[in-house]
């Protein structure tokens, strides 16, 4: 499977659009954090690539206000049509939703920040991908994106159970060809997409105890990859028993009182000359 088909990886099926939800809900302050940061502001029009079923989109637009307007975009007419359905019942009026490829976005008039979070990590050529998004910026705009470094979680104490589960996760996005350490390579990806070097930071939720979420946020995300875990070979259906995996990986939280490092997000933004 190649990179631009990894993008299709985790589906986007009714439960996999709640599942996104619900991590956006698990990560959404350190995104809000890294928009502050970068300098969304009130009045700017922005566009979400990648949008999913628009939770980056609505954070933006809370931080542009009713003078600015952000846009999202997704390749998922199923993700899309859910993002609309929320945006209505929020009754927000500074968003819209369209769907299409983030390679092929246009915008004219041309916008002052362009954002995503967990986009480049599937694009088959993220540098080209960032440069062709530049040119819908106008001059001093924002490129904001934030993407994961699957490598930078880990449990201590050890926890058997936990690790294995991450490994098999970790392993079977790198076997559809997703970027799975990509924020470690943000810097070079804006470089080579002729733009100046980002400023960047790095955030990560830290969870512990019975109560945490973290629990059902792995499970979710083998749930989603599960065909493809036993597709490549990672694991079978039965040696995940995904139905009793969350119940599994509190049980051995709670016993050994382990504190969770979720992979953490790194953030890079620059100015369009």
Known sequence: ??????????????SELDRLTSQSRFLGDLTEHLLGLAGLRPGMRVVDVGCGAGD??????????ADGFVTGIDHSAE????????????????????????????TEPKVDAIVGRLVLMYAPDPAELLRRLSESVVPGGLLVF?????GGAFVTPEAPLFELTVERTFETFRRVGAGWRTGLHLHGIFRAAGLPAPKMI????????????????LTGVVRALLPHMEATGVATGEEVDIDTLADRLRSEGTALDTTVVWPPLIGAWTSVG
């Open 202 to 217: 790095q955030a990560a939720r830290v969870e512990a105890g019975p109560d945490s979420p973290v629990y059902a946020q």
């Open 146 to 150: 934030q993407e994961m470094d699957m």
């Open 56 to 65: 980056v989109t609505f954070l933006a637009a809370r931080m542009v206000g």
């Open 1 to 14: 499977m190649t990179a631009a088909q990894a993008a299709y990886a985790l589906g986007h099926d009714e």
């Open 79 to 106: 993700a899309i049509e859910r993002a609309r359905d929320r945006a209505a019942q929020a009754g927000l009026r500074n968003v819209a939703f369209r769907v299409g490829d983030a390679a092929d976005v246009a």
